[in-house]
């Protein structure tokens, strides 16, 4: 069974390749007892630890907790900590009931347990909520608290869930940092005693963390060896806390930020918490990304666009700035539609007194003296060519010097007496007020009803700072931060209601805001405003380790020296995800209009390999001279292999390639190889490659002989 209780204390969730369990240990505390490999046998599932303590600890601080609270001699990080009507700080969570039943996610119903946890005097209520993806070999878990009196419950931490990996080994941790144009940095350390915390402060997922781990023993590789991993569906303020204790436990905590952060629970107003989504296998890395690739693809990503291939884009972004207008832009649209692009977006600079990036936003109306007869011009003229045409906005944005900000500067995140921050000349609206959530949705929907528009690009360039709400009472005012994620997606819910032909792309600098959560409502992001294509082949790598190709934009631009990086290496960097073009067109001569409507072509042709296929890593950047990435069809006839070399050391550059996803039985055509090969032995001994020069880059077909 999937899900099933055994002896009515001992809760044991199975997927196909893995088992999670629980159940009520010492002193009837809800205990986490396994996760990892699938058990054959409900007595392989380990019982309760029974440690010996001194007078300086008890069972609360030392046993593995399935939702620890604040309470007793609890000294490590908790799940739940609440100021209680009458002062008390402490929160005691004894088992209560439970249920199993199913939840139906895009007409599949995936089996749900529900357990019940509620303090014996206070009107405290948790319910920790678990959905099982058998196939996905992944689990989802969140928590549900609720106030179930009449007097206020200040909550000041609200974690979604603890949860641990077998004690007795050593474990090394990847996560994934960087910064502005040098997103996606994966990072691996040891864990010693102690607590390692990573985060986010900033009011979005931030490019300088990720809301993304993964653990192993130190040993795992791209293909093997046992991996733990988990990622957040959030978009605003979370953090992650890892704590290796004095008895060797490793104990996982993720959810809300509790920086800055208190909730006030209402009665019967429960505060749900954000999904962390949680897998195990013993078939390394590659593995754990490829789960939560096809989790994405089939589960996350909208449904209306989840399983159609995503179009070649033109942004004009690099090519005029702010200076747009119908001359210029049309210009550019054909250009863009005689080397095969599909989709035509005009980014910043077309709305109200746009001329840098000091004025306008917030002024959602076309600005005339650029577009004298309005947006139908050009979008007429670009569906002539057959392109579709989209959008660049910043709906969450304002600028001082703009008619918005004048009308409604008490719509701005502010605290009294205070100078707001400006970054980048702008400001935060306060979406956590309604009318400016309404203000929001409204001007998007507009703009979608009054023009042809099938693209939006959603960006968001400044962190949130002053983040204060003086509208609600001081024990509301510091919820503003979940408020403001809950109503951006109430805004993208509609707005996808409204417009379901519309494909939404998120973007925040680059990789700002990526994660599960908004990746529920937009079908692509811009993972970085770094378009060498050098560089990308780092910034795409540690993407892939979370996210799926699909919902990877990747453009080809003029970033880096035209005399290290040929076109074909630009493109080709570029053709690992959805592709785009952001260079400025008028520059390319003949010659390289020709050879990008070539590479076009040929994306063209193996778009559902890269977008729909299965991903495997073969070499990283990070370990060497050469990287490689292959994509396979699920039925493992048909795949590419992308090459990129750094540099040549000697007159010959010969390397071995060892490939994956292949059915060892079958015989594969590789281009560029003149004899049959095994899929055993490409899979074993691999192939000999020879590249030459500096940043050379190559692609491979692959094709399986009937």
């Known amino acids: 069974m999937t899900i099933e209780c055994l002896d009515e204390c001992k809760w044991v969730l199975n997927t196909q390749k893995t088992t999670y369990a629980f159940g009520l240990g010492v002193d009837e505390m809800l205990t986490h007892l396994y996760w990892g490999p699938r058990l054959s046998f409900s007595s392989d599932i380990p019982e309760p630890l029974r440690t010996f303590h001194a007078s300086f600890n008890n ?16 000294y490590h990080e908790v799940c739940l900590k609440a100021r209680l009507h009458d002062g008390s700080r402490d929160v005691i969570l004894n088992y209560d009931s439970y249920s199993i039943g199913d939840v ?23 319910h920790l909520h678990y959905i099982v993806y058998e196939k996905y070999d992944l689990i989802e878990r969140y928590s549900e608290i609720i106030n179930t009196g009449s007097e206020l419950i200040q909550l000041d931490q609200a974690f979604s869930a603890a949860f641990y990996v077998p004690e007795g080994f050593p474990y ?16 691996q350390e040891m864990l010693v005693p102690g607590k390692k915390v990573i985060e986010s402060r900033r009011g979005a997922t931030s490019h300088n963390s990720h809301p993304w781990f993964a653990l192993d023993h130190g040993n795992s590789q791209e293909c093997s060896g046992d991996v733990w991993f988990g990622a957040l569906r959030w978009s605003g303020n979370w953090k992650m806390s890892f704590e290796h204790t004095p008895r060797n436990q490793i104990r996982i905590l993720a959810g809300l930020n509790n920086y800055d952060f208190t909730w006030g629970l209402l009665p019967k107003n429960p505060l749900i918490t954000p999904s962390v989504i949680l897998g195990f296998t013993s078939q390394g890395f590659g593995q754990a990304s490829r789960n939560l690739h096809h989790f994405q693809e089939d589960l996350i990503l909208p449904k209306k666009h989840n399983k159609k291939l995503r179009k070649i884009l033109y942004n004009s972004w690099e090519a005029t700035y702010f200076d747009v207008n119908l001359e ?25 007194q746009r001329n840098t990036d000091m004025a306008g936003l917030g002024d959602w109306y076309v600005n005339t003296q650029k577009f004298p007869e309005g947006l139908d011009p050009l979008i007429n003229k670009v569906n002539e060519l057959g392109m579709d045409f989209g959008l660049w906005v910043e709906p969450e944005m304002v600028n001082p010097d703009s008619d918005l900000y004048r009308a409604h500067p008490e719509w701005v995140f502010q605290f009294p007496n205070r100078e707001i921050t400006r970054a980048r000349h702008q400001l935060n609206l306060n979406l956590a007020k309604p009318e400016v959530k309404d203000f929001v949705f409204h001007m998007v929907d507009d703009l979608l009803n009054k023009y042809n528009i099938k693209f939006i690009k959603w960006d968001w360039n400044k962190s949130i700072s002053e983040p204060g709400w003086p509208d609600v009472p001081k024990e509301h005012q510091q919820e503003v931060m979940v408020h403001y994620i809950k109503n951006l997606y109430d805004i993208f819910s509609k707005l996808r209601v409204s417009h379901p032909n519309v494909v939404f792309e998120t973007c925040s ?20 405003d770094n378009t060498n294509p050098y560089d990308r082949l780092f910034i795409q790598e540690g993407y892939s380790h979370i996210y799926c190709p699909k919902s990877m934009v990747c453009w080809v631009t003029d970033a880096g020296d035209d005399n290290l990086f040929s076109l074909k290496y630009r493109f080709y960097s570029s053709m690992m995800g959805t592709l785009g073009i952001g260079a400025n067109l008028n520059n390319y001569t003949e010659k390289q209009l020709k050879i990008a409507k070539k590479h076009i072509k040929r994306y063209k042709e193996i778009r559902p390999l890269i977008q729909e296929g299965e991903m495997y890593r073969l070499l990283s950047p990070r370990a060497g001279n050469v990287s490689a990435v292959q994509y396979m069809n699920v039925e493992k006839t048909e795949g590419v292999v992308f090459i990129f070399l750094q540099s040549s050391k000697f007159p010959e550059n010969r390397f071995r390639l060892i490939f994956q996803g292949l059915n060892p039985e079958s015989q594969y055509k590789i281009s560029k190889i003149s004899q049959k090969l095994s899929g055993r032995l490409l899979m074993s001994l691999g192939a000999l490659i020879t590249l030459d020069g500096h940043f050379k880059s190559e692609l491979l ?6």
């Open 104 to 126: 139906e996610i895009r007409e599949e119903k995936c089996p749900k347990l529900t357990v019940i946890l509620k303090d014996p005097h206070y009107s405290l209520t948790v």
């Open 509 to 528: 600098g680059g990789g700002g805001r990526i994660d599960m959560g908004i990746l529920s409502f937009t079908d692509q992001a811009w993972i970085s």
């Open 701 to 706: 077909k692959v094709t399986q002989i009937e």
């Open 59 to 74: 069972m609360r601080d030392m046993a593995n907790l399935e939702y620890p609270s604040q309470s007793g001699m609890a």
């Open 328 to 352: 210029n832009q049309t210009s550019l649209a054909e250009k863009a539609a005689s080397i095969g692009v599909e989709l035509f977006v005009m980014d910043d600079g077309w709305f109200g």
């Open 172 to 187: 090394r941790l990847t996560t994934i940092s960087g910064g502005w144009a040098a997103e996606y940095t994966l990072n």
